[in-house]
């Protein structure tokens, strides 16, 4: 596993991928579209903008964020992330970080094992 999930945020080594299922309990996320952004940490430059309106189990809640190896593709450093679940009548429920006191970080480690 080349990834490590915490409520505080996610270290991924760089040109690896992310599956992370996800599951909103009692919730029909039908016509739902999940974001997920990667940005600088003065939020001035956006390094991944993820959306997902394509859903496992929409009516019971389930769907998935898949990161490909060219999303995660950007330079070693630390980065702030949030996801969130924009629904359908306009609400908008940030789901990570679980803390709203603070943002999660996104951390791209280098990778030794490169493509030639």
Avoid at 28 to 38: E, F, G, H, S
């Amino acid at each position: 596993m080349s990834h490590k999930i915490t409520p505080d945020g996610i270290s991924i080594t760089q040109g690896d991928s992310l599956y992370l299922p996800i599951t909103f309990n009692g919730m029909d996320i039908t016509n739902a579209t999940l974001n997920m952004q990667v940005s600088s940490q003065d939020l001035k430059t956006l390094f991944i903008d993820k959306k997902v309106s394509t859903h496992i189990d929409a009516a019971n809640g389930k769907t998935a964020l898949n990161l490909m190896p060219s999303d995660i593709n950007i330079p070693v450093g630390d980065y702030v992330t949030d996801m969130e679940l924009c629904l359908l009548d306009g609400q908008i429920l940030t789901f990570y970080p679980e803390r709203t006191e603070k943002q999660a970080f996104f951390r791209v480690l280098a990778q030794v094992t490169k493509e030639e």
